[in-house]
């Protein structure tokens, strides 16, 4: 059965250092999202990506987020300089289509500690 | 924005009873409502979904209900097992977006 996958499953990183959590979506799905969830709280959205662009993104993208497919398999969420308040789970997930007609497939999930 | 709630946040049911969990939500504009169970170590995986032409929707041991004018959706699990002890999670998406809003999850244990 097609998965998508994260690597790393965990990342321990120092405040104002870059990260650059990784996935790989199923390879015929064409929106890819990022999610995370701080311990303890909601899932919550962070960005929606299609056509090799930002469709959606929440308050919570600020400046410090991008994201990038930078050779057509991968799809990356880069935090610039991360702070305390980032270390969470983080989840990158696909559909086929819009999430209104297709089930969104998530990862396992990357750890994120900020210490 | 969406806002959706979910209870209870901790359920224990013996084994072969059902279960319930309740979710509401605010955006009057959402139409699609999905479930996604999580195992420990996992991402959240779809176990059903419902839109919002549809009042109930059912899968084996699975089924969904979905009131639109009370904006309210739930989960049914039926004959409950020990494997399907996980965190529930229920979400929201509008027709114009893509993307999801979770309640914020409830624990299921089913003691055999």
């Known amino acids: 059965e097609p998965e998508v996958t994260q690597t790393p499953s965990h990342q321990v990183t120092q405040m104002g250092q870059e990260v650059i959590l990784r996935c790989v979506p199923i390879s015929n799905h064409l929106y890819f999202y990022w999610y995370r969830q701080i311990l303890g709280q909601k899932v919550e959205f962070l960005v929606s990506?299609?056509?090799?662009?930002?469709?959606?993104k929440s308050e919570i993208f600020d400046d410090q987020f991008s994201v990038e497919r930078p050779d057509g398999s991968n799809f990356t969420l880069k935090i610039r300089s991360t702070k305390l308040e980032d270390s969470a789970m983080y989840f990158c997930?696909?559909?086929?289509?819009?999430?209104?007609?297709?089930?969104?497939?998530f990862g396992q999930g990357t750890r994120l500690t900020v210490v | 924005g969406e806002n959706v709630e979910q209870h209870p946040s901790t359920l224990s049911v013996q084994e072969g009873d059902s279960a319930v969990i309740k979710c509401t939500y605010s955006?009057?504009?959402?139409?699609?409502f999905p479930w996604y169970k999580q195992e420990l170590g996992k991402g959240p995986q779809l176990i059903i979904d419902?839109?919002?032409?549809?009042g109930e929707k059912k899968d084996q041991r699975i089924a969904v209900t979905l009131n639109k004018t009370a904006k309210h959706f739930s989960l049914h699990i039926t004959e409950t097992q020990p494997e399907d002890s996980a965190v529930y999670f229920c979400?929201?998406?509008?027709?114009?977006?893509?993307?999801?809003?979770f309640g914020g999850g409830t624990r299921l244990m089913v003691k055999p």
């Open positions: 990506f299609y056509n090799n662009e930002i469709s959606e």
């Open positions: 419902i839109r919002s032409n549809v």
């Open positions: 979400a929201a998406s509008p027709n114009a977006g893509n993307m999801l809003t």
């Open positions: 955006d009057s504009a959402s139409n699609y």
């Open positions: 997930a696909s559909s086929l289509r819009a999430v209104l007609n297709t089930e969104a497939f």
